[in-house]
């Protein structure tokens, strides 16, 4: 008790450096768990989280019942599923053919430029879009009709919202993406290379039977990350990129929480709406992890 | 044909081809990025028309003599600027001390507080009951309500913790431990000086976010003038909001149209121009923002 305290007071100065990051989280991460509590209540203002009366599993159900729910449900799981196929193996591919180039030079410059999409804010990836893709003056329709093709108004046509969803994130996060592999890349040891080459191994070879094993952890570890971020997508782009022609197609469990909590104030029901995604994805998570560990030896825990 | 030659003349094939591929890469990021540059000095009909593809044409500067002149565009970009540098004061001065603290193994219960801390990486109150308890707060309509509920990552203080334990030697604080020198001057004098590599990344990926902020001053701020760049870009670019000072003066439909294409272009490039000229500056600290060296293990 006593080695305790003196451990405290010598040690004081380490929990002042600490207290401003445990103040932020106890604040905005575990009040809001604590008021998670309102998906099972009819929540009240005046009454706050804790005093609004309990109605058990009401909103669940309503939500569940609601002819909006498969639509989100699937939209939600479809366009991350998509983004995850299409998405992740490019930025391991990117760093397998970065690593094998010799020149340097050559090297930083592809690195620095497919770097760049990463550091635009998702407002101007949108307008982006938008210029490009647009009916009348955009470059891509342009290049349609010289062709002979007729003008089309791609962000207003639901089928083609997910491509366009996945193919942008693509252009915006692979090089970003790359990184990561791209140090795990340097850390595989000389002697490796040394080896194959002298059983006669090509460059395309070591990419495949050195290169890729060597980063395998890395990739395992990434890809249960993102699996465990499936329910997770990221609501400000596929918002932005919303207008009521793709809205059957673009409308996911997170803007669906935006709308009817945000905008419509229904508090309690769009609480239980999150709160059954979060459970979803935890469950996900735990899953992917689970099998990662199970069929490699990589997992996170 | 000895297997030798064999093998260097397929190495010479693959190195073009996988040149060549990357090459082909760097253009489709490249190539949207200086379309917008050349079609913001270009006349906006020539834009309109297609005329501009690799060299501007009928070279105009108009757009960014407006934007200038532009008080919504002028105000926007200097809020931006303030929940910047203050929203990157907060996000580093937070997570260094935190990562500090969490990488000595004399703070009590400091595997209690790195599991909460992680938890919160998988799970999160959502959208609702944070907001609930930003309004509570009475933080509503000011900067404080999309600044400080996303002021310190978990991810960078593990990226920064473990840049202190792999990075800085374990003698150097035992050593102005028997000193006498407090853990406060051991932070700022000795850690904080030998971190500069990973504190300009930190400033980096903490600026760049809060530069980009969209979605919560959105929800949270109500007043016009607190307004930060993005959302004045999001009226300017997707809405296509044809008015504002900018165009103003502009004594015709046709011209207004005219303008506001324009300006399109011009507001793209004067808000991505500042993360994108400091970036490559930091490029060859990212490894070490990449938690690599705990991804491996």
Redesign the interface.
């Known amino acids: 008790m006593r080695k305790g305290r003196r451990a405290l007071s010598v040690n004081g100065q380490l929990y002042v450096l600490l207290l401003p990051t445990l103040i932020l989280f106890l604040l905005f991460r575990y009040w809001p768990m604590y008021g998670i509590q309102i998906a099972f209540k009819d929540y009240n203002a005046f009454l706050g989280f804790t005093k609004s009366p309990w109605i058990g599993f009401f909103h669940f159900k309503r939500f569940f019942n609601s002819y909006q729910f498969w639509k989100v449900l699937i939209n939600t799981i479809t366009l991350s599923f998509f983004q995850l196929i299409a998405g992740f193996p490019i930025p391991v591919i990117l760093a397998l053919m970065l690593h094998q180039v010799d020149n340097k030079r050559y090297k930083s410059i592809v690195q620095t430029v497919t770097y760049a999409p990463h550091f635009i804010s998702l407002v101007v990836l949108v307008g982006l879009l938008s210029i490009f893709l647009s009916p009348r003056t955009g470059l891509i329709n342009a290049l349609i009709t010289a062709l002979g093709g007729d003008a089309k108004y791609f962000l207003g046509n639901a089928k083609l919202f997910k491509s366009i969803y996945v193919i942008s994130g693509i252009w915006q996060n692979a090089g970003w993406g790359a990184i990561v592999y791209l140090a795990a890349l340097s850390g595989i040891s000389p002697t490796l290379y040394e080896a194959a080459e002298i059983d006669g191994a090509n460059r395309f070879h070591r990419m495949i039977h050195v290169d890729l094993p060597g980063i395998l952890p890395t990739i395992v570890i990434l890809l249960i990350l993102n699996v465990g971020k499936v329910m997770k997508l990221g609501f400000e782009k596929v918002f932005l990129m919303q207008n009521p022609l793709n809205l059957s197609s673009s409308e996911i469990i997170s803007t669906y929480v935006y709308k009817m909590g945000i905008l419509e104030a229904q508090f309690s029901f769009s609480t239980a709406v999150d709160l059954f995604n979060g459970i979803v994805n935890l469950i996900i998570l735990l899953a992917a992890n689970r099998l990662a560990r199970k069929i490699s030896e990589y997992s996170l825990w | 044909m000895s297997?030798l030659g064999n093998?260097s003349g397929?190495?010479r094939v693959?190195?073009i081809v996988?040149?060549a591929?990357?090459a082909v890469?760097?253009l489709?990021?490249?190539y949207?990025?200086y379309?917008?540059l050349i079609a913001s000095i270009s006349d906006p009909v020539s834009?309109?028309e297609?005329k501009v593809?690799f060299l501007p044409d009928k070279v105009t500067f108009e757009g960014y003599a407006r934007i200038f002149r532009d008080n919504t565009i002028i105000l926007g970009y200097a809020n931006t600027i303030v929940y910047t540098v203050i929203g990157v004061f907060l996000g580093v001065?937070?997570?260094a001390?935190?990562a500090?603290?969490?990488s000595?193994k004399?703070?009590?219960f400091r595997k209690t507080?790195l599991a909460?801390?992680t938890f919160?990486m998988?799970?999160?109150?959502?959208?609702?009951?944070?907001?609930?308890?930003?309004r509570?707060?009475g933080m509503i309509n000011t900067m404080w309500s999309f600044l400080?509920?996303s002021?310190?990552w978990v991810y960078n203080?593990f990226i920064m913790r473990t840049f202190f334990t792999v990075s800085v030697p374990e003698e150097l604080y035992e050593a102005s431990m028997i000193d006498g020198c407090?853990?406060?001057r051991y932070?700022f004098s000795i850690l904080i000086p030998l971190s500069k590599a990973i504190i300009s990344v930190m400033v980096l990926f903490y600026g760049?976010a809060v530069?980009?902020m969209?979605?919560q001053p959105m929800?949270y701020l109500t007043e016009e003038s607190k307004f930060p760049l993005?959302l004045i870009?999001?009226n300017i670019?997707?809405e296509s909001n044809i008015g504002g000072d900018a165009v103003l003066d502009a004594d015709t439909v046709l011209k207004k149209i005219r303008i506001s294409?324009l300006l399109?272009?011009t507001v793209?490039i004067v808000?991505?121009v500042p993360?994108?000229v400091v970036?490559?500056f930091l490029?060859k600290h990212?490894?070490q923002g990449?938690?690599?060296g705990s991804?491996?293990g």
Request: proline content about 5%; aromatic content about 18%; cysteine-free.
């Open positions: 297997n093998k397929y190495d693959f190195n996988n040149n591929i990357l890469a760097l489709l990021v490249l949207p990025l379309y917008i834009v309109a297609g593809i001065a937070f997570t001390g935190a500090f603290s969490l000595r004399e703070l009590k507080i909460l801390l919160t998988f799970f999160q109150g959502g959208l609702i009951p944070t907001y609930l308890v930003v509570k707060l400080l509920p002021a310190v203080i407090s853990q406060f932070f760049m530069w980009n969209f979605f929800i993005q870009l999001r670019i997707l294409e399109k272009f793209i808000s991505i993360p994108l970036y490559p490029q990212f490894t990449s938690l690599s991804v491996k």
